[in-house]
């Protein structure tokens, strides 16, 4: 058998199914064509390449709307795919403005569906040589203390980053705020990662991101423990003329009833003391949101034996 006639009995064979087939799928093609159209809005990100030393120094959109027309089960597939980032290729660029515009064609469509229009339908990219600096860092707190406490100490470690970005913005720059902190729930001390709000400004940290320390005590107390035992580390026997101290604390009245006594305790370190009389300070261990005031006694006698 030749090719020719191998290639018609594979078109005749079963070709009442095959039929069928074509007729359905061209049914359901003219229907989904004359079904009603609709419009709808379709957003796909923007990603500029740059050389490496060179930077937008303009506030560029982060994206591109595309607004749509066409049958509704063919948009309905489009909003729901995930989409490419339409990626704008300037890295053989030089500093200076360029120039990018948008055509229906940055977007794939089927047959019968089209674009309305783009917004934007062009955009100036403004490169700008690359740019570090060292600057302070300045912590902004907003708000009050609960009352009863106050700040002994809030310190940003680094206190000075060094940052990048664009010249003119790098320029303008003498120091980077944080983002405020607020202190009306801050009832303990806190340690954390400065938030900086950098990448708004098209800027970048180079190296560590600092962190914020604020240390928070209370300045008087509303509660007291009585009767806190005295634990004693040390390698020899020890002796205490008074086994518990009493503790001065500043704790919302409501967490004071589910207060768990086995997190409150009293401590003397002798680990490397040796046998004798001693006269040392207490140190008093407490669940977090508690605050500690003032311990009595301040000091206790122990005798290692």
Partial sequence: MSLFDRLIASLTYNSGAKIISVVIAAVLWVVVLGSRNIEVTKDIALEIITPSHLVAA?????????KLAGPKAFLRAILDRPETPIRINLSGAKAGMVTYRFFSDNISLPIGVKVLSVTPASI??????????EVPVRLELAGNLPEGYRITQ???KPATIKIKGAESKID????????????AQLKSSITMQANLDLARQGLEVEGVMPQ??????????NFKIKN?????NSKFKAKLDEPTVTIFVRIDPE?????DRSQVYAEVNLQDK???????????????HVGLVRVSPEKVKVTLY
């Fill in 255 to 259: 967490a004071i009833t589910s207060l």
């Fill in 58 to 66: 303009n506030d560029v959109p982060e994206k591109v709307t595309f």
């Fill in 154 to 156: 809030a310190t940003v």
């Fill in 172 to 183: 303008s720059i003498s120091e980077i705020p944080t983002r405020p902190i607020d202190l």
């Fill in 228 to 232: 806190v035992q005295v634990r004693v």
């Fill in 124 to 133: 100036m990219v403004k490169l700008e040589t690359v740019k570090k600096k």
């Fill in 274 to 288: 040796q046998k004798g009389r001693y006269n040392e300070v207490v140190h008093v261990h407490l669940p977090s």
């Fill in 212 to 221: 914020v320390f604020i240390e928070v005590t209370p300045v008087q107390a």
